[in-house]
């Protein structure tokens, strides 16, 4: 899909199924390329289709795959490798291929996508969040960089710890729940302007975490250990922003 050059798309729509033996390669040498689950980006949901292949392979040109249909709990087995972008617009979607192979971006505006296995969402990825809800599943992750201007980052089933490793400055405005534990890693700056809720710890290893905007945070436990190479901070500004610790509290202490 999209293999030299130019633009292409295949949409897998009111129940249409495409089974491939193999690869299905999207944007392989140049060009884009989308394969489109329902609808493509800016239209009206529709129906899903269904796809059957060995893996999908984003190709070194602007790919993307894109969930844009109706159904509340859409399964997406194929595993997906390669550089590109998951883009979820509506219905939920479950992921459960193994994308440990995953180098792009996912990004959630509307709906839902869920981690359906430990492998479904790949670690040390770009995470974008400006709606709907990215669901770990009960899955650990760890993110290279979480930004976005809405939306919920939340665990349903069980709890899942999730570790921000990044070296550069984002932020997120959308809020977060259902986490055992969050930690900052990497010498970078995340400022979290949304409600954020953690049963475990939150602890901040290096680099800055940043909390505004009069929202509350809530957390079991907090540690600002300066752990890494760097040094740690936290940043609570802003009338009404509130970090409620429900027990012990370790500044400076690896």
Do not use: C, P
């Not at 792009?104 to 479904?120: C, E, P, S, W």
């Not at 729940?177 to 602890?203: E, H, M, P, Q, Y």
Request: glycine residues 20%; hydrophobic residues 35%.
């Amino acid at each position: 899909i999209g293999q030299s050059g130019q633009s292409a798309t295949l949409t897998l729509t009111d129940g249409g199924a495409l089974n491939a033996a193999s690869t299905v390669n999207v944007a392989r040498f140049s060009g884009s390329g989308a394969l489109n689950i329902g609808a493509g980006a800016g239209q009206t949901a529709a129906a899903a289709g269904t796809i059957t292949a060995g893996s999908l392979t984003f190709g070194n040109g602007d790919g993307s795959l894109v969930f844009n249909h109706t159904g509340s709990a859409y399964s997406f087995a194929t595993d997906i490798r390669g550089t590109g972008t998951i883009a979820a617009h509506a219905g939920t979607t479950i992921l459960t291929g193994n994308n440990t192979a995953f180098t792009g971006k996912t990004v959630v505006n509307g709906g839902t996508l869920r981690a359906g296995g430990a492998n479904a969402f790949a670690d040390n990825t770009t995470y974008e969040i400006h709606g709907g809800t990215l669901d770990l599943g009960g899955h650990d992750l760890t993110m290279s960089r979480l930004w976005g201007t809405g939306g919920t980052l939340t665990s349903t089933g069980s709890e899942a710890d999730l570790t921000l490793d990044q070296d550069d400055v984002t932020g997120f405005s959308g809020e977060i729940s259902g986490l055992g534990n969050l930690t900052k890693t990497g010498f970078g700056t995340v400022f979290l302007r949304g409600d954020t809720t953690v049963s475990g710890a939150i602890g901040v290893d290096e680099g800055i975490v940043s909390f505004g905007g009069g929202k509350t945070l809530t957390s079991g436990r907090g540690s600002i250990t300066a752990a890494g190479t760097r040094d740690a901070d936290v940043e609570i500004s802003g009338a009404g922003t509130r970090w409620t610790v429900g027990s012990d509290l370790t500044l400076g202490e690896t």
